[in-house]
């Protein structure tokens, strides 16, 4: 997949939560290291479906990170000949849509701050 990495899962964790795996943010319904809302995060977790939507205190590490690389993986092959950088396309993407980020012709204006701060740590991250 054109801009996944290693390098960029960090940097969206370190922009989403500073790593910080016990984050909540009720007002917003986002929970742990990656800010899964519950709703979402239940058709990537493995099982799918077949497994309870996972209640705040069960978005862990463990099933926030691999659950981010799936739903990257399904939804960036939408973003096949979107100008713009890969990487902060499928970031863009995390935040909203792979639909929105198509409509936009790239990273929406509305979301050019989040991926500003994504690019920043993605610099930090990827191997020199």
Same mark, same amino acid.
């Given at each position: 997949m054109p801009g996944l %990495?290693?390098?960029?899962?960090? #940097?969206?964790? @370190? #922009? /989403? %939560?500073?790593?910080?795996?016990?984050?909540?943010?009720? #007002? @917003?319904? /986002?929970?742990?290291i990656a800010r899964w809302t519950p709703h979402v995060l239940v058709h990537w977790q493995p099982g799918g479906l077949d497994n309870p939507e996972p209640r705040p205190e069960e978005i862990t590490p463990e099933l926030s990170i691999p659950a981010m690389g799936r739903f990257l993986c399904y939804w960036g092959k939408d973003l096949e000949g979107v100008p713009g950088d890969p990487a902060l396309n499928l970031a863009a993407t995390y935040r909203t849509s792979s639909r929105t980020v198509v409509e936009a012709g790239g990273v929406p204006a509305e979301y050019r701050a989040y991926a500003a701060r994504v690019r920043r740590y993605l610099d930090d991250y990827r191997p020199r």
């Open positions: %990495s290693p390098a960029l899962i960090a #940097a969206m964790l @370190k #922009a /989403e %939560s500073g790593f910080d795996p016990h984050l909540a943010d009720p #007002a @917003k319904d /986002e929970y742990g």
